[in-house]
């Protein structure tokens, strides 16, 4: 009868915990929803059913010991109590998370503006860490639990808390990585000071336009502060910047393009698809021009202010008489800077000036009430690539790698194309479309002949000022490994490889309501990777052209003869709106 006894509380016991993990999963999706609200919730209910389970287990009384003594039910016993002690840690971890993620959702005080961001994120994340701390004692005390012989649904609760807890635990690290970096990044170790440009697509770019902008942020422990905005002329044009450039002979091969080869100065330190390589230059060149040296280099496109002004509102451009909107900002930076009459402002680049800088400085008063907005507005940004950023400080650097908010051209294996495009003297890039036609060819072995046609189109009718056509040196960039092949048009220049991955150029020149193109053949060793005898994958990256819309790829995937694909197949038509990435089965038909 005492045996029963003890066995009805270990299994009641177990119940609770079972009941308990159930609550953590159910809190763990709401969290991800980012419904902190029902989240907490969730985890008051796991730490209720969680103190359930010891409650029962304490009932056992003198009893207990001589549980733990029993063969069989000593490991129930002690298995029970090793799940419920890593339940209640996995709840108090939770609430720690919780309780930072809604100190950011619902600050404190909601008049904080963004400038003084840091000092109120100290206290987030020291809840963040208290919740990663737990969440590693959590973790070491569920993998202990592979020790016990466990029966039942503790059994099935264990299995699926070991398979979803190193997820948790890299969201959470994740997390308390990003927060760490933009403590460092905000000041709260010491000064910082940034450039920051913005990029108007307007003018093509290999990272998204040309750099019309230019200002720099100060960042301390008593906040962030915009130090000053103005016109990139400005800076060029100023005597003491002469120095600040580098020669035709060393700069990119769009410099040398034109004779006698022009120098490469701030404005186009973006020439190549990579920002952190335009960023470093970027530092370079300022601190030539007899600047102070900064820490790191943000950029952004208007389209990135207008999705900010989407959760700050309007703001008056000061001297212009207009207010910006979300749904105006890029029409009238068009208009002010392509098509109004340069005998009306003598400077069509003073209105980007001074309205961007309104919209920085709004944002840095925008109260805490607004940073969740804000937040998200800027992660589509940055996802979309409308908004680039480097630091020098590495682990910053590290954590902005990590989200792909670095601008930085990644290599992959498989296919591969890489887009970059320099154009000279126009201003019709939000305009054009490219389509690429890519064709596939796959070989037993896993290469391939890979056939890449683009297609640039002008839709847009003649203009004197901005439309005289889209002349861009054009390059794209093939699988690691590949070699051009016969078909291929004639190449402009050799330039060489990036992240491993060969090349081809082309100068081209789409006339207004007319197209140009080229067309790039390659035999690439290794596109689909080999499973066995009777099983491939091919994947395609395809990094598009930065805040650029409406380019799109047709794409056709030829099985080798004799296979066919085990399941989807490559769409046929993709949309290069952001970086595309996938991966598709083959298997031996026969």
């Given amino acids: ?113 963004v400038s003084g961001a840091a000092g109120s994120l100290r206290s987030v994340h020291a809840a963040m860490a208290k919740g990663i701390d737990a969440l590693d004692q959590s973790i070491d005390e569920v993998a202990e639990l592979n020790g016990y012989r466990l029966i039942g649904p503790l059994a099935d609760a264990r299995a699926d808390l070991a398979r979803r807890l190193p997820r948790a635990r890299r969201q959470a690290g994740r997390a308390a990585g990003g927060l760490d970096a933009f403590l460092a990044f905000a000041g709260a170790e010491g000064p910082r000071r940034y450039l920051v440009f913005s990029q108007n697509p307007d003018e093509v770019r290999p990272t998204g336009g040309f750099i019309g902008t230019y200002g720099v942020i100060a960042a301390n422990a008593d906040g962030i502060a915009l130090e000053r905005f103005a016109g990139i002329e400005e800076w060029i044009r100023n005597p003491a910047h002469a120095s600040a450039q580098v020669p035709p002979e060393e700069a990119p091969t769009a410099f040398r393009i034109v004779e006698p080869g022009m120098p490469q ?37 208007p389209d990135a202010l207008a999705r900010l002004l989407a959760v700050l509102g309007p703001t008056e451009v ?34 980007v000036t001074v309205a961007v800088g309104a919209v920085v400085d709004r944002l840095l008063r925008a109260p805490a009430s607004q940073w969740r907005g804000l937040a998200e507005a800027l992660a589509v940004s940055f996802d979309a690539q409308e908004a680039m950023a480097w630091s020098a400080d590495r682990r910053v650097a590290t954590v902005l790698q990590g989200f792909g908010w670095d601008g930085s051209f990644l ?129 395609l990256t395809w990094r598009h052209l930065p805040a650029h819309e409406g380019d799109r790829v047709r794409l056709r995937v030829d099985p080798p003869a004799g296979w066919r694909w085990a399941g989807a197949r490559p769409p046929s038509v993709v949309s290069l709106d952001a970086v595309f990435s996938g991966t598709w089965r083959l298997e031996r038909s026969s």
Avoid: C
């Fill in 1 to 113: 009868m005492v045996a029963l006894y003890g066995t009805w509380r270990v299994a009641t016991a177990a119940r609770a915990a079972s009941a308990g993990k159930t609550a953590l999963v159910r809190a763990q999706a709401r969290l991800e929803a980012r419904d902190i609200g029902g989240a907490t919730a969730s985890l008051q209910d796991a730490h209720r059913d969680f103190r359930r389970a010891r409650s029962q287990l304490d009932g056992l009384g003198p009893l207990l010991p001589l549980g733990r003594a029993v063969p069989f039910v000593r490991v129930q016993v002690r298995g029970t109590e090793a799940f419920v002690h890593a339940g209640e840690l996995l709840a108090d971890a939770g609430l720690h998370i919780t309780e930072a993620a809604g100190k950011v959702v619902e600050p404190d005080d909601p008049d904080v503006p």
């Fill in 265 to 301: 100065r701030l404005a186009n330190v973006n020439a190549t698809p990579d920002w952190p390589t335009a960023a470093r230059l970027a530092t370079e060149l300022w601190q030539r021009g007899g600047e102070e040296p900064v820490d790191g280099v943000l950029s952004f496109t």
């Fill in 318 to 351: 000061p001297g212009f008489g207009e207010t910006v909107s979300s749904g105006n900002l890029v029409e009238r930076v068009d208009f002010h800077t392509h098509r109004e009459p340069p005998e009306v402002t003598g400077d069509r680049k003073r209105f």
């Fill in 411 to 539: 290599g992959a294996d498989g296919d591969f194309v890489g887009v970059s495009e320099f154009e000279f003297a126009a201003k019709n890039g939000r305009g054009l479309r490219r389509t690429y036609d890519h064709h596939v060819q796959l070989r037993a072995d896993g290469s391939a002949r890979i056939t890449t046609s683009m297609t640039i189109e002008n839709p847009l009718p003649f203009d004197p000022r901005y439309n005289l056509d889209s002349l861009s040196y054009v390059v794209l960039y093939g699988p690691r490994g590949a070699e051009l092949a016969e078909g291929t048009d004639e190449t402009f220049a050799a330039e060489g490889t990036l992240a491993d991955h060969p090349s081809a150029s082309w100068l081209l020149a789409a006339p207004p309501l007319g197209r140009d193109g080229a067309k790039v053949v390659w035999d690439a060793p290794e596109v689909a990777a080999r499973n066995g005898s009777d099983r491939m994958a091919y994947r």
